[in-house]
């Protein structure tokens, strides 16, 4: 027998950078809303960086890959058809529990692909009226960074100054200098000081496994406090199943399974989906009726399509100086944009970022995620203590164009725990995004040279690299070639929302988060001022 | 995963090849870190079978069908024996090294050897130099080359 609960003004499914955004942003403005989470809360002491082991735990219980963590809570994804993984997490602070929190913004002209370039679309937004709500994202979650890049607009000072960007950052900044190429220090939502009662980062380096000091932006820490203080109810171990509609296809809440199996349905006036670029088209292709025989909203043929991820190459300098690069935040040192935009003398458009990066601990080292797998045998030894400490990173994040063949679709066979269907991920990398990656790949080596690396090796694509998830069920003016408008409404029913990474016209070649954020916090502010009615 | 004595056997030479001896420190089996290998493999089942893939080819193997097995073996034959493996099953031999690998190097006599802090990363972190905007004087003064729209 299903269970049903009292009625909400707003129900957010997902408690991640974006669901928890649009909470805290409503609940200061008397809305009643409730948030169904899959993930349950995660202590602090259960982070691996509190445990000796945790360069074991991040290769399984912890894993960045669902598939290979393969908890109840997470769901399966089949990625048979897919050269690249997608990556997350499935707790209160979704995904932010596992990021790194590199956080640059998208460029004014990112919102202008088709005009510029011509491909792809425009965004039906521009980034002069984002920037207020990237500031107030900023706000949130704690930025630290410094004014005056040349490759960016002007803006607001960032909350606090720049993290250290260590000897082996500044290793890499003499270099793009003496090249003359743009660098500055990453923009990362890691505390450099304390900052709204959380402490600052000690530098212990792998900001992907939680911080169980609280320094790094995860909303868990950085939002969910607030939005529980101002009366949000986050319904943690609820996994939902279907949003539910009338016969005129506007939505009348979700139906979930608890942690005990059991049905349940939460009414609502309005539903807001942040379940992730794949979690949310996921559902809402689980969501058919009578309005919706293709899937929730999807008059358009377009769900789950243009899948976009940032296919990733990663080229690593070997040194041999002994700078221990293994001290620090992973991935949060400086960034590289002076191949950011198209140019007319290559064979591809768009452009990337270089986002700097450090080694980790002994595994890493040996099993090769930074430099190639230790060889076995005779030469180990030495091996590994040539690259132990000894390299850097060059992260190469292309921006890669929307296609519709890229895409997600239910998996016919396999489901989660309590039997939702699973996705199936259709990905194949387009020739243009191959050969920005090559000449990304071709450019880092000179860098990497010129700071004075003894050898370089390069993964032209990343296989475990699924982190940023966008494009699913994209914004647009028009309901034939998008599935929500400018304010993240569906085209199809005024009162369903999407505001994750799914919206994402284009995926811009920088990490995507700060841009979720901002857009979750602008079509909340949108549902504050517009829609009373959602109010009861 | 359990395995059979002679299987774990099996795993405790090949680990002393694939890890050999350094310093004062016994290849990866002969520090006993065949047990680790086998609980972790128990755990994950990726590693689980790769690693019960390998221990059967290697049985399997017509160079190691000699009386006494691979432990009969001289230092050169075995090496060659495992080079077929990871020739022909590259995929279960991959996974097979990570977790012997990761064992290996969870281990606090092998951290003391190559000068890493064992135990969690938290609470003492790491010291960094402090931020010096000295560093930007060259880049600062760019002009803006942001893409106007
Ligand atoms: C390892 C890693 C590193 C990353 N590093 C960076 C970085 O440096 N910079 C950057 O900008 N981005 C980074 N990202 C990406 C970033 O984490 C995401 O862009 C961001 O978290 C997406 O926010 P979201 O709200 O869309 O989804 P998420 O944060 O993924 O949250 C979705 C939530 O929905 C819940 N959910 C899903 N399905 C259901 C269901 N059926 N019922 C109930 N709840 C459900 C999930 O449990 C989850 O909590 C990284 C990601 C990973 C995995």
């Not at chain 1, 099993?367 to 390299?391: I, K, L, Q, S, T």
């Not at chain 2, 000699?66 to 009969?72: C, M």
């Not at chain 2, 590259?90 to 606090?108: A, G, N, Q, R």
Request: hydrophobic letters at 35%; aromatic letters at 10%.
């Amino acid at each position: 027998m299903t269970i049903t609960h009292p009625s909400t003004d707003i129900l957010i499914l997902g408690s991640g950078a974006s669901g928890a955004a649009v909470a805290c942003r409503l609940s200061k403005s008397g809305f009643n809303v409730v948030c169904l989470e899959q993930g349950r809360w995660i202590k602090p002491e259960e982070f691996p960086n509190e445990h000796a082991d945790w360069e074991i735990q991040a290769r399984t219980n912890w894993a960045f890959d669902p598939n290979v963590r393969a908890l109840d809570v997470d769901y399966p994804l089949n990625v048979d058809e897919s050269p690249i993984d997608p990556l997350m997490f499935n707790a209160v602070g979704g995904s932010t529990i596992h990021w790194t929190a590199h956080t640059p913004r998208f460029h004014p002209s990112d919102f202008r692909v088709k005009t510029l370039d011509g491909v792809a679309d425009d965004w039906p937004l521009s980034y002069d009226e984002l920037e207020p709500y990237y500031d107030a994202y900023d706000a949130l979650m704690g930025c630290s960074g410094i004014n005056g890049d040349p490759a960016n607009p002007p803006r607001k000072e960032r909350p606090m100054p720049p993290i250290p960007i260590g000897q082996d950052g500044e290793r890499m900044a003499r270099a793009f200098d003496r090249l003359g190429w743009h660098w500055w220090p990453s923009d990362s939502y890691v505390n450099s000081v304390p900052y709204r009662g959380r402490q600052a980062c000690n530098n212990c380096g792998n900001t992907g496994l939680g911080c169980s000091r609280g320094a790094k932006g995860q909303t868990d820490v950085a939002i969910w406090p607030e939005a529980i203080a101002n009366g949000v109810e986050l319904r943690t171990e609820s996994r939902v199943f279907r949003v539910e509609t009338d016969a005129e296809g506007k939505a009348t809440g979700a139906s979930y399974y608890d942690a005990d199996g059991e049905e349940n349905f939460q009414p609502a006036n309005a539903v807001v989906l942040a379940m992730n670029g794949i979690g949310s088209p996921r559902i809402m292709l689980n969501s058919t009726s009578g309005a919706y025989p293709n899937g929730l909203c999807n008059s358009s043929g377009l769900l789950g399509k243009n899948l976009m991820f940032h296919p990733y190459a990663m080229v690593s300098g070997l040194f041999d100086d002994g700078l221990q690069t293994y001290k620090g935040p992973l991935a949060n040192m400086i960034l590289c944009q002076e191949f950011y935009e198209t140019d007319p003398s290559k064979d591809f458009v768009r452009g990337y970022t270089y986002q700097v990066a450090r080694s980790s601990g002994p595994v890493s080292t040996a099993c090769g995620y930074m430099f190639g797998r230790v060889p076995w045998g005779a030469d180990h030894h030495a091996e590994f203590n040539r690259r132990f400490g000894d390299v850097t990173v060059m992260g190469v994040i292309g921006e890669d164009l929307p296609e519709e063949h890229n895409r997600i679709e239910l998996d016919p066979k396999l489901t989660d725990s309590n039997g939702i269907p699973s996705p199936k991920v259709f990905y194949t990398l387009s020739d243009n995004s191959r050969r920005q990656l090559d000449d990304a790949v071709e450019n880092a080596k000179t860098a990497l040279k010129e700071a004075g690396a003894a050898h370089v090796l390069a993964t032209r694509l990343l296989k475990g690299a699924g982190w940023h998830l966008m494009g699913t069920a994209r914004m647009g003016a028009d309901p034939n070639t998008s599935v929500v408008d400018r304010w993240g409404q569906t085209h199809d029913a005024d009162n369903i929302f999407v505001v994750d990474g799914s919206v994402f016209v284009t995926c811009a070649a920088v990490n995507p988060t700060p841009t979720i954020g901002a857009l979750a916090l602008r079509t909340a502010d949108y549902i504050d001022r517009e829609r009373a009615d959602l109010k009861s | 995963m359990n395995l059979t004595d002679g299987e774990f056997l099996l795993l405790a030479s090949v680990m002393d090849i694939i890890v050999p001896p350094v310093d004062e420190l016994p290849g990866a089996g002969e520090m006993g870190l065949a047990k680790e290998a086998e609980e972790l493999a128990a755990r994950i089942p990726e590693y689980g079978e790769s690693l019960h893939r390998i221990l059967e080819a290697l049985s399997l193997e017509p160079s190691v069908r000699v009386e006494g097995g691979f432990a009969a073996l001289d230092e050169e034959q075995r090496m060659a024996a495992i080079e077929i493996l990871e020739a022909n099953m590259s995929k279960y031999f991959d996974k097979f090294v990570d977790l012997i690998y990761i064992v290996y190097y969870s281990d606090e006599r092998v951290h003391e050897r190559i000068g890493w802090r064992s135990g969690p990363l938290q609470p003492l972190g790491w010291e960094l130099p402090a931020w010096d905007p000295a560093i930007l004087d060259k880049v600062s003064k760019r002009e803006p080359f942001w893409r106007r729209v």
